[in-house]
């Protein structure tokens, strides 16, 4: 079997669900801004990378790579780095292939970013067309499922005031729902305030985390875990810095609450050098940004720290979504998965048959290979949009 063409689709979801909710003092002006609360540039889209492998079998695969801004960036690098050396090798060689393109760069030092982005899509599609040529589900080549239920937690209450939070959140209660991850950093006091009022309306077992952004120095963030933990707050995510180290380690040390870092890094090197200093309680690799194959082996890596997996997923879409159930059915070490519900919706318009996730679980696709497909004729309109 070989590679016979690569085809790839910077996705752009126009007039779509705003991830997280509207940012304060977002302008009209660009598809980009900077939304003040996070210091990060995010699109006014749901934006994705999506890759389309064909082989002279017939066989196809779609991968996909996180791309919440510029998709055409990764997709440039697969269409003039990438796609001659994959055109007439044996898709079936994922280790190999993997391996020799992220040799290929990474003496000029591009070994994340956009770089690794482009990689990952490529990992997930090829993946995607092993299954297909066995009839075989993903989750089957990874070694078996440990569970075809995949726990989740509803990421984001995206709402303004005190009321509509709660109402929200109490909807998804009421709906089986048993987890929710609250998006904060808007200061240590708000922020505990939030958690606290959260916390009074869904009661003592209800599992509450949140997600800092990066926003706190490590006093501020270490001042912030012990105003959670008297809430009985389940994780604490990205509270400092990504690139300080030595900094979420004394953060980690210090709280009792467990850490959870992971999202930004892309390969095994990255978290390895997080866990050799116990920098976290739990690791979030998300599977748009690490594919498959490196996922698995960061995975690995963690359950020999006796550390749990808990896969980030932002606006990443269908096949994003089902790498990720195939892979967090497959690791022992899973703790659970993020569900964002506008997302999902998004998602499922551009699949054939749609994903489920309900009462606090995903459904595992079955079926050969990732177990979904693309609606190209739906992925076409977004094209043209």
């Known amino acids: 079997m070989k590679i016979t063409s690569v085809d790839v689709f910077p996705l752009k979801i126009r007039n779509g669900p705003v991830y997280l909710g509207t940012s304060i003092g977002q302008s009209d002006e660009s598809d980009y801004y900077i939304r003040p609360e996070y210091r990060s540039i995010y699109s006014r889209n749901l934006e994705t990378l999506l890759v389309k492998i064909t082989t002279d079998s017939g066989i196809y695969g779609w991968g996909e790579a996180l791309a919440p801004v510029g998709p055409e960036i990764a997709g440039e690098i697969i269409e003039r780095l990438f796609k001659n050396f994959l055109i007439g090798q044996d898709p079936r060689d994922i280790d190999v292939i993997w391996s020799r393109l992220y040799d290929s760069m990474r003496e000029r030092g591009y070994f994340t970013g956009f770089m690794v982005d482009a990689l990952t ?8 067309i092993l ?12 070694g078996g499922a440990y569970r075809r239920e995949i726990p989740a937690y509803v990421s984001g209450i995206p709402k303004q005031t005190r009321e509509e939070r709660i109402e929200l959140a109490l909807e998804w209660k009421s709906k089986g729902f048993t987890a929710i991850k609250l998006h904060l950093g808007f ?6 305030e939030i958690a606290a009022y959260m916390r009074e309306a869904l009661g003592p077992r209800f599992r509450l985390m949140v997600d800092a952004h990066w926003q706190y120095s490590v006093p501020e963030a270490i001042r912030l875990g012990r105003a959670l933990e008297r809430l009985n707050i389940e994780f604490l995510e990205a509270p400092t810095a990504p690139e300080d180290i030595e900094g979420t380690a004394e953060i980690t040390r210090a709280l009792d609450i467990a850490i959870a870092i992971g999202e930004a890094k892309r390969t095994r090197y990255q978290f390895k050098d997080r866990l050799l200093k116990r920098a976290a309680d739990i690791y979030q690799p998300d599977i748009g940004r690490t594919g498959i194959t490196e996922a698995r082996k960061i995975a690995n ?16 879409q269908g096949i994003c979504i089902a790498a990720t159930l195939h892979l967090s059915a497959a690791i022992s070490n899973l703790l659970i998965v993020e569900y964002q519900p506008t997302v999902m919706t998004a998602a499922n318009s551009l699949l054939v048959r749609p994903l489920v996730c309900e009462q606090g ?9 990732l177990g979904v497909d693309i609606d190209e004729e739906q992925l076409r309109k977004h094209m043209s949009a």
């Not at 200061?187 to 505990?192: L, Q, S």
């Open 361 to 369: 679980r995903y459904l595992l696709p079955e079926g050969p290979g």
């Open 187 to 192: 200061g240590v006091y708000e922020d505990a």
């Open 131 to 142: 299954g297909k040529s066995v009839q075989l589900p993903v989750y089957q080549l990874l």
């Open 121 to 128: 899509a490529v990992d997930v599609a090829l993946w995607d």
């Open 301 to 316: 890596l963690a359950d020999a720290f006796n550390i749990p997996i808990a896969p980030h997923l932002s606006v990443g």
